[in-house]
């Protein structure tokens, strides 16, 4: 197991010296041209024109570095990967404890302590508490409720659908995922709106390689979700993460094939479409926090932190959907 972590870190390392190396080739051939007042490529932080446009020698690319100055993207390293890894399993053990302990009964409370006395047991820190003012360690969003429900004193009613969604910071790192959970037993409904949003998450997982955009994962998801009746919701998005809470980029759930940022190796963000069963229009309740369906349909949403690999990608918060 520890064996095949560390010979994936090696890979992305080496993966980013051969994309490099090529970009190098395909620039010294005219095989691809940068614009003249783009960004140079040696990550100087130059116009290309001021830089290794004209010059005989021009300085090897530096994705780490073009990356960070184009598009603040702080790409990460081995030993970054395995602090995101961590953190992101104890979410995982977090999510867990949260399925266990749903019933028709126990209140987003109780599921709240539960989760901050997890942390607090794993030398983990709940992000949510404190971020931006937000009151409580986890986000608790209850059918109708898109995201960013507060945890409270309602309980929990027999065929409710619930979204919990955790994110720890375990030594200076970030994690993030959710999954939305059945109360007691499923109706129709709840199974639908969890089933297109669990296959919608797929969809976009699907596309996660290098030289895809950001835009391909937002247009798989949007394909997906609307062909099957339901709508996405564009006020929140996935976001880069691992040494913040969210970091650039931002990860529409909709969007067209080609668009944004292409993805490269050692790119981290999370994916997590919100999906209603009805329009995709919200309203924010007047605790500032706690979105809703404007048609009081039900909302469904799972979220996972990914990494973008040599070929591929790794789920650092893995879980079957
Ligand atoms: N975990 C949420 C996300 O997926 C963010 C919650 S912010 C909070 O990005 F303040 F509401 F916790
Ligand atoms: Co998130
Ligand atoms: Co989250």
Not at 103 to 118: K, M, Q, S, Y
């Amino acid at each position: 197991m520890k064996k095949s972590i560390v010979t994936i870190n090696k890979n992305i390392n080496q993966i980013i010296l051969i994309l490099e190396e090529s970009v190098n080739y395909m620039l010294k051939n005219d095989a691809i041209k940068i614009g003249r007042n783009e960004l140079c490529p040696c990550g100087s932080g130059l116009k290309y024109k001021k830089c290794c446009m004209n010059s005989a020698s021009p300085r090897p690319v530096d994705l780490t570095n073009l990356y960070q100055r184009k598009y603040d993207i702080r790409l990460k390293t081995p030993k970054d990967i395995e602090g995101i890894r961590e953190a992101g399993r104890l979410v995982l053990e977090s999510l867990d404890l949260a399925e266990k302990n749903i019933r028709p009964g126990i209140t987003t409370d109780d599921l709240n302590t539960i989760a901050h006395e997890h942390a607090i047991s794993r030398q983990a820190i709940p992000a949510p508490l404190n971020y931006k003012g937000f009151p409580k360690s986890i986000c608790t969003s209850v059918n109708e409720v898109i995201c960013h429900g507060i945890p409270g004193n309602e309980a929990l009613k027999d065929g409710d659908i619930i979204n919990v969604d955790v994110t720890y910071i375990y030594q200076g790192y970030y994690a993030d995922a959710s999954k939305t959970f059945f109360v007691g037993t499923s109706t129709p409904e709840g199974k639908r709106a969890i089933r297109v949003a669990a296959e919608s998450l797929k969809a976009g997982m699907k596309m996660l390689k290098p030289g895809n955009t950001v835009g391909d994962i937002g247009w798989a998801i949007q394909q997906y979700a609307e062909d099957r009746g339901c709508s996405v919701v564009r006020e929140f998005v996935g976001h880069g993460v691992g040494f913040e809470f969210h970091e650039a980029p931002q990860i529409p759930h909709y969007g067209r094939k080609g668009d944004g940022i292409v993805l490269v190796p050692g790119m981290v963000f999370t994916v997590e479409p919100m999906i209603n069963l009805g329009g995709a229009d919200l309203f924010i309740a007047p605790d500032h926090w706690t979105a809703i369906t404007k048609d009081g349909k039900l909302s469904a949403q799972f979220e996972q932190t990914f990494l973008i690999t040599e070929d591929g990608y790794e789920s650092l918060t893995p879980f079957e959907v």
